[in-house]
């Protein structure tokens, strides 16, 4: 049974920083590409990054292009999304993904539970 389990959301002022963390189980990790999206209240969940297999490539978001970075550790399973220079805007329901296929787009075969982040203006 696969499983992914963000962590690392909570409530933070605008300018500030998160770190998301999902740690991925019951799947070959280092064969997915992983992603994050996100839904804010109302609105339809949008990607945010992508990461391939291997870690070289990354897809962003025009929106959080510069701000958030995207890494991940298959040694540990776990995929990270570094967010700075926190917006108000960002507040949403994180959601870690892992997918079989590319990050342009990213496909996902599996979704987390999510996680809260709400940025305080």
């Known amino acids: 049974q696969v499983q992914l389990v963000e962590s690392g959301g909570g409530l933070v002022q605008a300018g500030g920083s998160l770190r998301l963390s999902c740690a991925a189980s019951?799947?070959?990790?280092?064969?997915?590409?992983m992603g994050w999206f996100r839904q804010a209240p109302g609105k339809k969940r949008e990607f945010v990054a992508a990461?391939?297999?291997?870690?070289?490539?990354?897809n962003y978001a025009s929106s959080v292009k510069g701000r958030f970075t995207i890494s991940r550790d298959n040694a540990k399973n776990t995929v990270y999304l570094q967010m700075n220079s926190l917006r108000p805007e960002d507040t949403a329901v994180y959601y870690c993904?892992?997918?079989?296929?590319?990050?342009?787009?990213?496909?996902?075969?599996?979704w987390g539970q999510g996680t809260q982040v709400t940025v305080s203006s």
């Open positions: 993904a892992a997918g079989r296929y590319g990050i342009k787009p990213f496909l996902t075969n599996y």
């Open positions: 019951g799947l070959i990790f280092s064969s997915y590409a």
């Open positions: 990461i391939t297999w291997g870690g070289k490539n990354t």
